[in-house]
């Protein structure tokens, strides 16, 4: 071994899970080296469109036919324009096998897909962590809430969480910062929902921002403007990502080592010692090969990306992917699903409006199947959603000033939009697999996907549909109309469950700690970890679970265990 390239540890992934595990691990002394597939991204000066206007922007912003042709899927992405696509990849330079529709949206530099993250954060329940062992479906949590509410506490003082607290049991509430207020037509909604609904609350969504500084959070880091612009990355500092608070914090130590354009082939497994001894990277520039070693490594590359490092890390004992004596690695691939919509008129209030943006929304936590299964589906879903004034549109009479007064003031009617997020059983077939016949541009097996959604799923959004639509009446509103398209795994950005934890070696593949069963000095700390979906977003139990996995394989380091 070289000791140039010998570490106390390796992180794979830059992005929100291995930015975290940077800064647990090198502030606890280990010598860290964090390999990153991407470009270096450095927080405020590699964030080119962050405070450019509307009219900098070629084609005011708006995506060509070549731009289109080059990002199909990244295209679709809410948040993916022409202020925000240096932050994606670019998909005709990274395909994948699509063997039923999968949206893959990806970014490949520092901080991954934290730049562009939509900043919900939110903590699992009992209800999430129980339900597999309670319905049957699916493999047990092998943890509790109580196993990690602390490290919840532990992240959301840190990251800076934005939120109301409200003692709804399901939807556990955090170490909050002030939250994003409703405005006038949200709380008009809200107490007519709430005096009709007596189990459903419409409340601030919460959000990783810092709505007011506080002690514990990475310095350098500033209040939210409500500039709604988080996706060209935020100069303040103000939403949380690996680039603005945990590398830093890392950096910080003088133990970190950030290696970028690192495209990790395979994990390196040492038979006799039954170790991971280190990892095998291929320069994205050079296409040199290198190998870097160290005593403990965390896959933090997100889902797809971890998986595939395993499934193409063989050897002779594990001949269908390292850390794969249980056969499921690369199965039970799960995604939330949306796509259901509906919007209505609330007359009225003309005399209100509010100013600037709010990069938050509303929040209306799961209502069914929380005391008892009462509905023909299993688990269930949120909604969320916001109200606001559009411009009018539509032809105006005046010329110079006139007009221009009429059209910058003048506003339609409150119009609220409601949407959904829900939960997708885990099921074997959904699945990642390695097309060993089919090579990228490094020369790696593609990643072939395949799942979809079942009957479940199916009968939930029969029932969001008519709740959705069923609320908006109860609110009062007029021109009520929903909508509904197909959903797609992927479009929700929640891939996970491929490398999933659990209590028995033959039917999991990482235990309470997300530490490998086969492996004792391997751990995976990112989506491919989830055990259930829930219906709220995973990032904050990602965070959670990957600072407790830190502390964990330190103390058995100390041991002598790893």
């Known amino acids: 071994m070289s000791k140039n390239q010998t570490y106390d540890a390796i992180i794979v992934g830059s992005g929100i899970t291995g930015g975290w595990a940077a ?24 964030y080119p469109t962050a405070m450019m206007a509307p009219w900098q922007f070629k084609h005011r912003g708006y995506l060509t036919r070549e731009e289109k042709e080059d990002y199909p899927i990244q295209s679709r992405k809410y948040n993916f324009d022409a202020s925000s696509k240096h932050f994606f990849v670019k998909d005709v330079d990274h395909p994948y096998i699509q063997e039923k529709p999968f949206h893959w949206f990806r970014g490949y530099q520092t901080g991954g897909r934290s730049l562009l993250w939509g900043r919900g954060a939110y903590r699992f329940s009992d209800l999430e962590f129980e339900a597999n062992a309670k319905d049957g479906v699916g493999s047990d949590w092998p943890i509790r809430y109580k196993d990690i509410a602390p490290w919840y506490d532990y992240v959301e003082k840190f990251i800076g969480v934005a939120g109301s607290l409200e003692g709804i049991w399901q939807f556990p509430d955090g170490q909050f910062l002030p939250p994003f ?51 060209r990355g935020c100069p303040y500092g103000a939403y949380f990502s690996t680039n603005s608070s945990t590398l830093p914090a890392a950096y910080e130590t003088g133990l970190l080592t950030l290696q970028s354009h690192a495209v990790v082939e395979s994990v390196i497994y040492d038979q006799q010692k039954d170790r991971a001894t280190g990892v095998r990277v291929i320069d994205s520039q050079s296409g040199d090969t290198t190998e870097y070693f160290a005593r403990v490594i965390f896959l933090c590359a997100s889902t797809l990306a971890s998986t595939a490092i395993l499934l193409n890390s063989k050897t002779p004992r594990f001949s269908d992917g390292l850390a794969n ?63 606001s004034r559009g411009k009018l549109n539509g032809k105006r009479i005046g010329v110079g000033a006139t007009l221009k007064e009429k059209l910058a003031h003048e506003y339609g009617p409150w119009r609220m939009t409601l949407g959904c997020q829900s939960e997708t059983l885990p099921q074997y077939d959904n699945k990642m697999m390695l097309d060993e016949d089919k090579r990228d541009a490094f020369g790696l097996p593609m990643i072939r996907i395949s799942a979809t959604y079942g009957e479940n799923e199916r009968l939930m959004r029969i029932d969001i549909k008519e709740q959705i639509a069923e609320m908006l009446e109860v609110a009062g509103l007029k021109d009520i109309a929903t909508s509904e398209s197909k959903p797609v795994f992927g479009a929700t950005v929640h891939e996970m469950g491929t490398a999933r934890m659990g ?34 977003s995973t990032s904050l139990t990602y965070m959670a679970l990957t600072a407790r996995a830190c502390k964990y394989a330190v103390d058995e380091m100390k041991k002598g265990n790893i």
């Open 23 to 46: 800064k647990e691990l090198t502030e606890k002394g280990l010598k860290t080296l964090v390999l990153e597939r991407g470009r270096d991204v450095k927080h405020v000066e590699d």
């Open 181 to 231: 207020d409703l405005n006038h037509a949200e709380k008009v909604i809200k107490e007519r929902i709430e005096s009709h609904y007596p189990d459903r609350k419409l409340i601030p969504n919460r959000v990783a921002h810092i709505t007011q500084a506080e002690p514990g959070q990475f310095k350098g880091r500033g209040p939210c403007q409500g500039r709604n612009m988080c996706h």
């Open 325 to 387: 004596s249980s056969g499921v690695l690369g199965h039970y691939l799960m995604d939330h699903h949306g796509g259901i919509s509906g919007s209505g008129t609330l007359e009225g209030f003309e005399d209100r409006i509010y100013k600037g943006t709010r990069p938050a929304m509303v929040a209306i936590p799961r209502f069914r199947n929380i005391k008892s299964q009462e509905m023909d589906f299993l688990r269930g879903y949120g909604v969320w959603g916001g109200a």
């Open 503 to 536: 209590h028995d070696p033959k039917t999991s593949v990482l235990n309470a700690y997300n530490q490998c069963h086969d492996v004792p000095n391997l751990f995976v700390t990112d989506g491919s970890c989830m055990v259930s979906s829930g219906n709220v």
